[in-house]
């Protein structure tokens, strides 16, 4: 059972363009909801990340927007550079357990 | 700060060989240590979760027998494959919780496994 779904599979924007990646979950166990970020042959690095009980966070170009009734929760990168193209994987994370991960978001952003 | 150190970073090995893969917390103390495996363009998928001294909780479908985990000390988690086959190539990706306000998690850099 898919636990966290996250659209699209698959995302070209044009330099200085927004990128958003959406996740929708089920269980509202979940108490941490992180984004990371892949590049090839690496670890994922963790972007950003919030709580239930705030609605928004933004750390520079990245913001994560959160809706609790929705059961949804996205990704918007500003001013999306060629040095953004990664893999974007969201997460969801309860009482320090193992990390549920989307299937993943290749973004590839044009000069 | 909050940095887990993975070796190696790429390893090929012969068929029916063990490889070991290793990750060290660096500046923390690593109680929970999980253990990803990633194919190529897909998702991480959670092998096992392993706790300082004790058992480690494999996944359904995943064979503690061949993927031998030891967390002997809080600084250190060690995967072993046993009796690698070229099915066991893939990405495998370290991980474990960091003790601060909250919680937080922070991953290793990954081991490219080549079996040939």
């Known amino acids: 059972q898919q636990q966290v779904k996250q659209s699209p599979q698959s995302l070209i924007v044009q330099k200085g363009g927004i990128s958003i990646i959406n996740c929708a979950y089920e269980?509202?166990?979940?108490?941490?909801f992180p984004w990371y970020q892949q590049f090839p042959g690496k670890g994922p690095a963790l972007l950003i990340a919030?709580?239930?009980?705030?609605s928004e966070k933004k750390e520079g170009r990245f913001t994560i927007s959160f809706n609790k009734s929705a059961k949804q929760f996205s990704l918007h990168i500003m001013d999306s550079q060629p040095g953004d193209s990664a893999t974007y994987f969201c997460?969801?994370?309860?009482?320090?357990?193992?990390?549920?991960f989307g299937s993943g978001t290749r973004l590839q952003v044009q000069p | 700060g909050a940095v887990v150190s993975q070796h190696p970073s790429r390893v090929i090995c012969k068929s029916g060989t063990s490889v070991k893969i290793e990750c060290r917390s660096l500046?923390?103390?690593?109680?929970?240590m999980f253990w990803y495996r990633q194919f190529p363009k897909q998702s991480l998928m959670l092998m096992a979760t392993?706790?300082?001294?004790?058992?480690?909780?494999?996944e359904q479908g995943v064979e503690k027998d061949k993927f031998l985990i030891n967390h002997a000390s809080l600084t250190l988690s060690t995967l072993t494959v046993t009796s690698a086959h070229p099915e066991d190539s893939s990405f495998y990706i370290c991980?474990?919780?960091?003790?601060?306000?909250?919680?937080?998690?922070?991953f290793g850099s990954g081991t490219r496994l080549t079996v040939v």
């Open positions: 392993s706790n300082e001294g004790s058992k480690a909780t494999y």
């Open positions: 991980s474990a919780i960091v003790p601060r306000q909250g919680y937080g998690y922070t």
């Open positions: 500046d923390f103390q690593a109680t929970t």
């Open positions: 269980n509202t166990a979940f108490d941490y």
């Open positions: 997460a969801l994370g309860a009482g320090r357990r193992a990390l549920t």
């Open positions: 919030i709580r239930p009980d705030v």
